[in-house]
């Protein structure tokens, strides 16, 4: 089946720490991968994507490449800031049959980061 | 530029009462979709629809009802409230289903005493 699972929190960092947040995935298709981040009282928001095998995903600092060899989609920050407080989830989508309109998502990280 | 709007943002029922939590997007997207967010366990998607008058069950649908009679509303209906529904409620939508990234409405908080 269709799953992932990431890194469990809660994650608590000094400004400026380096931030790694682990995330797999089983799929029985070809997955699109994808990282949101839910800040406090808010829905989540798409924070990047990779779709094809050892794409990169980037945006505000944050990247994540897709490895097909190790079914990982691994989340990091060099420089983690107060404002990157966040619930971060990883999460998949396979466009083919009876999961084409599914997306699955881990458990979501609990990022706090300390100035 | 509303993109998803939910209503109510916050509720409190008794168990065995109904109510409609609403979803409404100005996107024109086909895809939208119902999740609950519950602590140490994710999203879980209730039920979605790949557009006007086509709805399908997701991972947890029972208790909860949906029709899309048009592209711009969602609506979900709780038939017979239990404290097990008790959760928070996130809409999404995209232009053409999950493979696309979705666009988070600000959820609503259920609360079922």
């Known amino acids: 089946g269709n799953s992932v699972t990431q890194m469990e929190g809660p994650v608590t960092l000094s400004e400026e720490a380096f931030l790694t947040i682990n995330c797999t995935y089983t799929a029985t298709g070809y997955p699109s991968l994808f990282w949101y981040v839910q800040y406090p009282g808010e829905g989540l928001q798409l924070l990047l994507k990779a779709t094809k095998a050892d794409d990169k995903g980037s945006n505000k600092g944050f990247e994540a490449t897709y490895r097909k060899e190790t079914t990982s989609f691994h989340l990091e920050k060099g420089s983690v800031q107060v404002s990157d407080s966040a619930v971060y989830f990883c999460?998949?989508?396979?466009?083919?049959?009876?999961?084409?309109?599914?997306?699955?998502f881990g458990r979501g990280t609990q990022l706090t980061v300390w100035p | 530029n509303a993109g998803v709007t939910q209503t109510p943002k916050f509720q409190v029922l008794k168990t065995g009462q109904s109510m409609t939590l609403q979803c409404a997007q100005d996107?024109?997207?086909?895809?939208m979709s119902w999740y609950r967010q519950d602590p140490g366990m994710g999203l879980r998607l209730i039920h979605y629809s790949v557009g006007a008058g086509i709805t399908d069950q997701g991972e947890v649908p029972n208790g909860y009802n949906v029709s899309r009679s048009t592209t711009e509303d969602f609506p979900l209906r709780l038939l017979s409230a239990a404290p097990s529904q008790t959760s928070v409620y996130f809409c999404?939508?995209?232009?053409?289903?999950?493979?696309?990234?979705?666009?988070f409405g600000d959820g609503t908080r259920l609360s079922i005493l």
């Open positions: 996107m024109n997207h086909e895809y």
């Open positions: 999460a998949l989508s396979v466009n083919a049959g009876s999961t084409l309109g599914r997306l699955y």
């Open positions: 999404a939508s995209s232009k053409q289903g999950a493979v696309q990234p979705q666009h």
